[in-house]
Every structure is written in structure tokens, then in C-alpha cells.
């Protein structure tokens, strides 16, 4: 990665952090990720095509669960470009409170193949055990993607498999598979 593609970090853990601007940043990326066949589809989300109209919403609501305890919003940019985002989430209930769970990690289309994803990734995992007191995360991939290599690559390492549990088309199941990183 050249100095000047290295990704700048910000993230939001309150609602009113997130501007009109990046809300409309943050769509636009979603909507690009699954409409160029990323893996990134929420369950309030028709498969695509998606717009902006749909998705919006469904940011809305992301959004509004912000909370510096339970739900950060991790955003890279390169160039005051947005570049890539996820969310990481905890439930304070003392006995799951030690484990996070990583969402909607994606990359803008633009700037795929230049580590952002990578980068994201170690930044999440800072972000977890320094500021919001985590020790363990979890993260749901779709198998046929090379998902499972890449965070593997990262320290992730797989721990249960749904077969068959996601339909991406009729015809075309795939595995869930969920990954697990100690910190």
C-alpha cells in the first residue's frame, strides 16, 4: 500500500456523530457492495439490486443504535474518500459483555484490492480490546467468497458451519460460517 493510499480511521458511537454526509456515503458504498455481488446483506435488505431508497433506511436504524458501549461505527478513508466501514457490536450483559461481534465489514469498490479491508480489520480489533473492554469476537461470513481464507488469514479461525443456510438465489445455497478471533 503506497503512503498515500493508507487508510485514515474514524468511527461514531453516538447517532448525532454521524453527519448527513457520511450517512449518504456510508448507503452509497452499501449499495454499491451489493449490487457488484458483495457479501454484505442485511436482513431488512431485498437481494439486489438494491437503492439507495432501500437502503437508506435500514442506515437509519444502524445508525440509531449507536452507543459507546454497545455499538461503534469503525469508518476508513483514504484521501477524505470514504474507503471501507463496519460496525462492531457488544451486549453489556455480564455473561456474553467479553465478546463483540464484527457486522457489515465492506469495502468500497473503488478502492478494493489496496488493504482496506485488511486494515480495517486490525483497527476493529484495537478498538475492541482498548476501548470497549472485549476480548473475543465473532463474525458470520458466506462461504464461496474466499471469506473464511481472508480472515483466517488475519487470526480468525472457523468454529461452526450452517450447511446450505444462506440462499443467495434458488439453486445457489451457501454455508454460513461463523469465525471466532481471541484477543
Given at each position: 500500500m503506497?503512503?498515500?493510499?493508507t ?5 461514531a ?12 456515503q456510508?448507503?452509497?458504498c452499501?449499495v454499491r ?6 457479501a454484505?446483506?442485511?436482513?431488512e435488505?431485498p ?7 432501500q437502503a ?9 443504535g449507536?452507543?459507546?458501549?454497545r455499538?461503534?461505527l469503525?469508518?476508513a478513508?483514504?484521501?477524505?474518500s470514504?474507503?471501507?466501514?463496519l ?6 450483559h455480564?455473561l456474553v459483555?467479553?465478546?463483540g461481534v464484527?457486522?457489515?465489514?465492506m469495502t ?8 482496506i479491508?485488511?486494515a480495517l480489520?486490525?483497527?476493529?480489533r484495537?478498538l475492541a480490546?482498548?476501548?470497549m473492554g472485549?476480548?473475543?469476537m465473532h463474525?458470520?461470513?458466506?462461504a ?5 481464507e ?7 479461525r472457523?468454529i461452526?458451519?450452517w450447511?446450505?443456510?444462506l ?5 445457489d445455497?451457501?454455508d454460513e460460517?461463523?469465525?471466532h478471533?481471541?484477543l
Amino acid at each position: 500500500m503506497r503512503t498515500e493510499d493508507t487508510p485514515g480511521f474514524a468511527q461514531a458511537s453516538r447517532p448525532w456523530e454521524v453527519t448527513a454526509e457520511l450517512r449518504g456515503q456510508l448507503v452509497d458504498c452499501w449499495v454499491r457492495v451489493i449490487n457488484s455481488g458483495g457479501a454484505v446483506i442485511h436482513g431488512e435488505l431485498p437481494m439486489p439490486p438494491v437503492s439507495t431508497a432501500q437502503a437508506d433506511p435500514v442506515m437509519g436504524r444502524l445508525i440509531d443504535g449507536l452507543d459507546p458501549h454497545r455499538a461503534r461505527l469503525l469508518v476508513a478513508t483514504v484521501r477524505g474518500s470514504l474507503a471501507g466501514w463496519l460496525i462492531l457490536r457488544r451486549d453489556p450483559h455480564p455473561l456474553v459483555a467479553h465478546c463483540g461481534v464484527v457486522n457489515h465489514v465492506m469495502t468500497h469498490p473503488g478502492f478494493r484490492g489496496r488493504g482496506i479491508g485488511t486494515a480495517l480489520m486490525h483497527h476493529v480489533r484495537e478498538l475492541a480490546r482498548q476501548e470497549m473492554g472485549v476480548e473475543q469476537m465473532h463474525i458470520a461470513v458466506r462461504a464461496g467468497l474466499g471469506l473464511e481464507e481472508f480472515y483466517g488469514r488475519l487470526g480468525w479461525r472457523e468454529i461452526g458451519r450452517w450447511p446450505g443456510g444462506l440462499r443467495v438465489a434458488p439453486g445457489d445455497d451457501r454455508d454460513e460460517i461463523l469465525m471466532h478471533l481471541t484477543l
